[in-house]
């Protein structure tokens, strides 16, 4: 288990001081049994002892959100119930604001603006933020930007915690969103205010147009290529739109940092400018020296993007030979090895339990959204409604996990699928199914194409989630195998989604797994089961080399080598006599130390 090390201010009280004045409070046994039992978990959360952990509410808050109840052996309620514990004790102890008890809306205005919200996009977030307007006594037509800030300031000292202010931007996205689909509703334009400390770069609107407009045909020209030349003079291919969104932040951040090298937005007048060699060298030292001195993978796209433009440009020989060679110096050099981060992570899974709960994690989650979904009444008696909406959306995080660990699949590739283009099913015969994955070789970004067959389980749990809980949510009349919330033309977000997809396996297994270390887990299990077979981990990720393979299979073989020198070190010392040898060094240590005499 990870322990955390807190080091906060002295002046804040440690646990046991806490629990020397939760013993002075007047509450009943129970409560004071919970208060305690929410004290004591910090003492498991940290390793250390009540008397060396002090009660810095910004970081026991960040630290038992991070926490994930696997690591403890315990259920998430009991989690949120540690949680709820710890903060009624800060409450008490006077170090968070006390809570104000929500009442029902006395104002008609913002009674009307609430009934409207749809139940579907569960904006409990934006009901909160009505509830803090009325109270704070701030009328619908007077929200702007700064009360947002208020209501975010509020949150901070009354819950605390890392994500109040993920919660606040929310608030602004439905918001704003209901700006436009809701009648009446106020048409303020909500914007969190910026983080203390932090340099946001400038919008492209603050350079000269020519350079915006040049911009423009950039990305537009290298995303479509109209395929009418047999020989296309180019030298690039047509990206895809992800790499199109991280070419058009990379030039933004070049951009920010000739800016902050101290030179005038008005000197970038077009393209050409940030190719030139003493702005390439100013540009690209100044991200070195913001990188701590390393030549790492972000220096690695800000080269690749100023090479890309070179290339668009079409820069004579002699000048493109010049700018190659300064991107070639803040160019990190080809991976040889995994990362040390995925190493950690195939470590961690090699645990039997851990792989258990991660392989069998897709099943169980269609369990409880399946008991989401009809309502269920608990050990205590009390009924839990039915939650349609939620079943839907946890079903659809059980069939996007099912899918990484069969087809390892991108994760572009996963949230874009299609019923009946994408995931097919065929009846082979009555009641029997077969499931696969197609996806053609110019959706991907290599240009190789998936073909996965699913298995008779995989298929099963597909299906279920297709024709039961998928129609629950939002769009199901698209063919996107996971819709998007708010437009039938759109699958689901792919940072979105795949962030809900970690944050559930965090929350059940214990570990942080993106969807990407799902490929780094698909080539660990192939090379477990048959050590040499580096063609089918080559197969399996949609490479047409092995430079990527080599790297899984330089980690498998360096296990398995060190496997077998342990095994034959262990036969030679059997075969010498072990026991007799084990005598010796006895008598060896028996001795050990005592003069000669």
């Known amino acids: 288990m990870t322990r955390n090390k807190p080091t906060p201010a002295a002046s804040f009280p440690t646990v046991a001081e806490a629990r020397i004045a939760l013993a002075a409070w007047a509450v009943t046994p129970v409560a004071r049994q919970r208060l305690d039992t929410g004290l004591t978990f910090l003492t498991r959360l940290y390793g250390l002892p009540a ?242 001195r390393q030549v790492n993978a972000d220096m690695g796209v800000l080269s690749a993007t100023i090479g890309s433009l070179a290339r668009y440009l079409r820069l004579p020989d002699d000048e493109f030979k010049a700018v190659k060679a300064l991107i070639k110096k803040a160019t990190p050099p080809r991976r040889k090895e995994m990362t040390a981060k995925n190493v950690k992570l195939l470590n961690d899974l090699d645990d039997p339990r851990t792989q258990a709960r991660l392989l069998r994690l897709p099943s169980i989650l269609m369990k409880e959204a399946a008991r989401m979904r009809g309502g269920w009444t608990d050990r205590q008696g009390v009924l839990h409604l039915p939650r349609p909406h939620e079943a839907a959306w946890l079903a659809s995080v059980a069939a996007a996990i099912e899918l990484a660990l069969h087809a390892a699949i991108r994760r572009r590739s996963l949230t874009t699928l299609r019923i009946g283009e994408h995931v097919r099913f065929v009846e082979t015969r009555k009641g029997r199914w077969t499931g696969s994955i197609h996806i053609p070789g110019e959706e991907i970004k290599n240009g190789i194409g998936v073909e996965v067959p699913l298995t008779p389980e995989s298929t099963e749990l597909m299906r279920a989630y297709i024709q039961e809980f998928r129609p629950l949510g939002p769009n199901a009349d698209s063919d996107w195998l996971f819709p998007n919330r708010d437009h039938a033309d759109r699958s689901r977000t792919p940072a979105g989604f795949a962030k809900a997809i970690a944050s559930a396996i965090e929350q059940r297994v214990g570990l942080r797994v993106n969807l990407h270390a799902f490929r780094a887990y698909a080539g660990s299990l192939v090379l477990s089961a048959n050590p040499h077979a580096i063609d089918d981990v080559r197969a399996i990720l949609g490479h047409s080399g092995f430079e990527t393979a080599m790297i899984f299979y330089r980690r498998s073989n360096q296990q398995g080598a060190a496997r077998r020198l342990s095994d034959e070190i262990a036969k030679r010392r059997r075969r010498t006599g072990l026991s007799q040898t084990t005598q010796q060094i006895a008598i060896a240590t028996k001795f050990a130390g005592r003069r000669s005499r």
């Open 51 to 292: 008397e060396a952990i002090r009660l810095d509410p910004a970081q026991i808050l960040a630290d038992l959100d991070r926490a994930s109840p696997v690591a403890f052996n315990i259920k998430q309620v009991t989690l949120q119930n540690q949680r709820s514990a710890v903060r009624t004790v800060l409450r008490r102890l006077g170090l968070l604001a006390a809570r104000e008890p929500s009442k029902p809306s006395q104002d008609a205005d913002w009674s009307a603006l609430v009934e409207a919200l749809p139940a579907v996009h569960h904006p409990h977030r934006l009901r909160a933020f009505a509830a803090f307007c009325e109270s704070a006594g701030i009328t619908p037509a007077a929200v702007d930007s700064g009360t947002l800030g208020a209501f975010l300031a509020h949150r901070i000292a009354t819950r605390g915690g890392p994500n109040e202010r993920e919660n606040a931007r929310r608030v602004a996205v439905q918001w704003n969103k209901a700006t436009g689909t809701i009648p009446g509703w106020p048409q303020a334009h909500l914007e969190l205010p910026p983080v203390e400390g932090r340099q946001l770069s400038l919008p492209f609107s603050a350079y000269p147009a020519a350079l915006q407009q040049e911009i423009g045909a950039y990305l537009d020209q290298m995303t479509h290529s109209d395929g009418t030349k047999l020989f296309d003079d180019n030298g690039y291919r047509a990206l895809s739109p992800e790499t199109r969104d991280t070419r058009r932040h990379a030039l933004r951040r070049l951009l920010w940092g000739g800016v902050q090298s101290g030179m005038a937005p008005e000197r970038f007048r077009s393209l050409r400018v940030m190719v030139q060699p003493e702005v390439i060298k100013t540009v690209m030292t100044w991200h070195f020296e913001r990188t701590g």
